[in-house]
């Protein structure tokens, strides 16, 4: 990767020298070729647990005594040039192939905690291009004059079979499925994967109990067909029915298990509750921001009115979308996180799939637009949508094109019901984002809409200085409100302490008090100082809590949020210290391949990087993405700024500057990845990490590839 980084680099030093470019791609070509080589070569014999996925053409035989020999090979190898591009886009490999069937394996070069569930997605994703595949035969076959085998083609259909476990590889020389010279894989798990295959239904996707534990809840599954059904829980069949839509939202914050309460917000839900009124009475949007400090409970806030909206006569619409900080300078960023979140679209997804979940979401009767078709705006906003989905595109988008989209779906999808959008970090959206939301409420063309912008209060995207709308909440006739959260009271904040610590009864006065005093009126102060005495053992929590108040008297409390958060990283175990580490280097978006390759092992050797993962996302510091998934690299996003921020500030300058040095190493090495390079901006991010590296010649030379102005 340093290797692909330096030459990289040297690209504007060569200038027009054709044969020194020459020279420069023929080595990086090598380099590449050699990287992908190591990345997917299976290194021990045995692999302790990959996902396996058979897939099988239903009708072949049929198909091809129908057809001529070279009409039906040139349908295949079209049908298999759009469902192994699929394999590979979830990042899967594809090891045995034969004219009606392909196995693939999900786990190289190392098995991860997600490869079942790319697989699945894999799956889902295999029968829908099928169908639409089908579909285009279908509408080829009609066309005036054609005599390609798209007249022929039956439409086959798929069954396909999941599983996951102890994967061997063993040589088969002579083997058509396994050429001599490499290996295939064998063993009970591509036996079983097999079996699934044969007793799926047309068109469906069977899995088992192991595939389905390790899928973390991302798919719907419905119990297999009975007369598939197994005898013994642990071969228990299901057929994988859909993906889960998980849209970005606020979870509730728990201490020992339990969910922490709204304390202390009344009259701000009330000012929420009276804002929808009136976008629901007038017709008109209604733009809320809400202001406030890390910690403050704006998101809990958030999350405690859209409950109380869902009870509402008429339930209200609920989009969220987020920027998470992650691409301040990619155009109309919160828009594309909207509808990728909405319609479950993936970086993975082909465009006639994009355009497929787009189609299908907006014309659904009970969805986003009830009568969509008739509106005349489904195709404009299809067309928008898979421009906002590209980096290049999108910076090309007209904002009066995007406005008037945005104006007729609003209208569509408030046509019965009010809406109610949330905008997360909207201090940190890019400024095509900020000026289309202003320009969406001034208009009042948009129908009865609530925005919930979330801002925290942070000097480098300080709220007065990044919302241009602010000003504007200080007239009383305005559609633009300003919600400022301040910190609890200190009868509140007693409240708050003594509902996390009853299972104490009663809690002592002298800790409710200790508790309200160094908060400050923070309730994330309050809900992580009481995690922070559990985990040093001051309080045990169990069938019935415990507190130890001589050290209570004695121990140092942090005095800020800050603080706080730093003293939980330094009680992390080491290994999942150092992950956090990496992560908060790379943003608050990073991808576990990217840690996986750039964290050497004797630094996580007590957990290794899949199990710090995992443990940190248990904790709540990480979450995972797939909005931001790209091939096998899964995304994962920081929880909670303040946590990223007090993981950064942690390191040593000298440090920092490594890790950002190898993290632009890896982004040049893979920016080659279509999928990833399509969906990011990925010059304007190896910039910035060589800019943080002190590198700033580097920097600047990146820059000018992105086009971007070289402010460093």
């Known amino acids: 990767m340093e290797a692909i980084a330096t030459l990289e680099a040297q690209r504007g030093r060569v200038g027009n020298d054709q044969p020194l470019q020459q020279a420069v791609d023929t080595v990086l070509l090598v380099l590449r070729e050699k990287l992908v080589r190591i990345q997917q070569e299976p290194g021990d014999q045995t692999r302790p647990h990959l996902a396996v996925l058979v897939a099988d053409l239903s009708g072949y035989t049929a198909l091809s005594e129908r057809m001529d020999v070279e009409r039906v090979r040139s349908a295949i190898n079209a049908m298999w040039n759009?469902?192994?591009?699929?394999?590979?886009?979830?990042?899967?490999?594809?090891?045995?192939?034969?004219?009606?069937?392909?196995?693939?394996?999900?786990?190289?070069?190392?098995?991860?905690?997600?490869?079942?569930?790319?697989?699945?997605?894999?799956?889902l994703s295999m029968q829908q291009e099928l169908e639409l595949f089908n579909e285009r035969a279908r509408h080829a076959a009609t066309s005036p004059g054609d005599e390609s085998w798209a007249t022929e083609w039956p439409g086959p259909r798929m069954r396909i079979g999941v599983h996951s476990g102890p994967v061997y590889f063993a040589h088969a020389p002579g083997s058509p499925a396994a050429p001599s010279g490499r290996t295939t894989a064998v063993g009970d798990t591509v036996v079983t994967a097999r079996r699934?295959?044969?007793?799926?239904?047309?068109?469906?996707?069977?899995?088992?109990?192991?595939?389905?534990?390790?899928?973390?809840?991302?798919f719907n599954f419905i119990a297999g067909p009975e007369s598939v059904a197994a005898t013994r829980e642990e071969d228990d069949l299901f057929l994988v029915d859909s993906e889960r839509r998980v849209e970005s939202g606020y979870t509730p914050g728990t201490v020992a298990g339990k969910v922490t309460r709204l304390v202390g917000r009344t009259e701000l839900l009330d000012r929420l509750q009276m804002a929808l009124q009136t976008a629901t009475d007038s017709r008109m949007p209604q733009l809320v921001t809400i202001v406030g400090a890390p910690?403050?409970?704006?998101?809990?806030l958030v999350h405690?009115?859209?409950?109380?909206?869902?009870?509402?006569?008429?339930?209200?619409?609920?989009?969220?979308?987020?920027?998470?900080?992650?691409?301040?300078?990619?155009?109309?960023?919160?828009?594309?996180?909207?509808?990728?979140?909405?319609?479950?679209?993936?970086?993975?997804?082909s465009r006639y799939l994009v355009e497929h979940k787009l189609r299908r979401g907006l014309s659904k009767p009970d969805d986003i637009a009830r009568s969509v078709e008739t509106t005349g705006i489904l195709g404009p906003t299809i067309e928008l949508v898979k421009n906002l989905l590209d980096a290049r595109t999108a910076a090309l988008i007209p904002m009066d094109e995007a406005l008037a989209v945005m104006e007729s779906l609003s209208r569509t999808l408030t046509a019965d019901t009010p809406?109610?959008?949330?905008?997360?970090?909207?201090?940190?959206?890019?400024?095509?984002?900020?000026?289309?939301?202003?320009?969406?409420?001034?208009?009042?063309?948009?129908?009865?809409?609530?925005?919930?912008?979330?801002?925290?209060?942070?000097?480098?995207?300080?709220p007065e200085q990044m919302l241009p709308w602010l000003d504007d909440s200080e007239d009383i006739f305005s559609p633009v409100e300003r919600l400022d959260v301040p910190p609890?009271?200190?009868?509140?904040?007693?409240?708050?302490?003594?509902?996390?610590?009853?299972?104490?009864?009663?809690p002592p006065m002298r800790l409710l008090?200790?508790?309200?005093?160094?908060?400050?009126?923070?309730?994330?102060?309050i809900e992580e100082l009481v995690r922070l005495l559990i985990d040093l053992g001051v309080i045990v929590a169990g069938e019935r809590w415990r507190v130890d108040m001589d050290r209570v008297e004695n121990i140092v409390l942090p005095v800020s949020l800050v603080k706080l958060i730093e003293s939980q990283l330094?009680?992390?175990?080491?290994?999942?210290?150092r992950v956090l580490q990496y992560a908060a280097v790379f943003g608050p978006l990073c991808w576990d391949v990217a840690l996986l390759e750039l964290i050497p092992a004797e630094e996580v050797a007590e957990a290794g990087v899949e199990g710090a993962i995992l443990s940190l996302e248990l904790k709540d510091y990480l979450v995972n993405d797939d909005s931001y998934s790209f091939a096998g690299a899964q995304a994962y996003l920081i929880r909670r700024d303040s946590v990223r921020e007090a993981t950064y500030d942690s390191m040593a300058p000298a440090e920092r500057a490594s890790m950002h040095m190898r993290v632009a190493h890896w982004l040049i090495a893979n920016q080659e990845d279509a999928r990833l390079n399509t969906r990011f901006s990925i010059d304007t991010m190896i910039a910035r990490h060589f800019a943080a590296a002190g590198d700033t010649d580097r920097a600047e030379v990146w820059l000018r590839r992105a086009g971007a102005p070289v402010d460093l």
């Not at 969220?320 to 319609?343: E, I």
């Open 488 to 506: 609890l009271s200190p009868v509140d904040s007693r409240l708050m302490a003594t509902e996390i610590l009853g299972p104490l009864s009663p």
């Open 295 to 300: 910690g403050a409970g704006k998101s809990r």
């Open 82 to 123: 759009v469902l192994d591009a699929v394999i590979h886009a979830w990042g899967g490999q594809i090891d045995q192939h034969a004219g009606d069937s392909l196995m693939a394996l999900f786990g190289l070069p190392q098995p991860r905690q997600g490869d079942a569930a790319r697989a699945l997605h894999a799956a």
């Open 419 to 462: 809406a109610i959008v949330v905008l997360e970090g909207i201090n940190r959206a890019d400024h095509q984002t900020l000026d289309l939301i202003h320009q969406l409420v001034r208009n009042g063309e948009s129908g009865p809409v609530l925005l919930l912008g979330l801002a925290t209060v942070a000097a480098a995207t300080d």
């Open 570 to 577: 330094a009680g992390l175990p080491a290994a999942e210290r």
């Open 513 to 525: 008090d200790l508790v309200v005093a160094e908060a400050g009126g923070n309730p994330l102060y």
């Open 196 to 218: 699934l295959e044969k007793l799926a239904p047309e068109g469906g996707v069977l899995t088992s109990q192991a595939a389905r534990r390790s899928s973390h809840n991302r």
């Open 304 to 349: 405690e009115f859209e409950r109380q909206a869902r009870l509402l006569g008429s339930s209200p619409v609920i989009l969220r979308a987020g920027t998470q900080g992650a691409f301040p300078d990619l155009p109309y960023a919160l828009l594309r996180d909207l509808f990728s979140r909405r319609f479950s679209i993936r970086p993975q997804d």
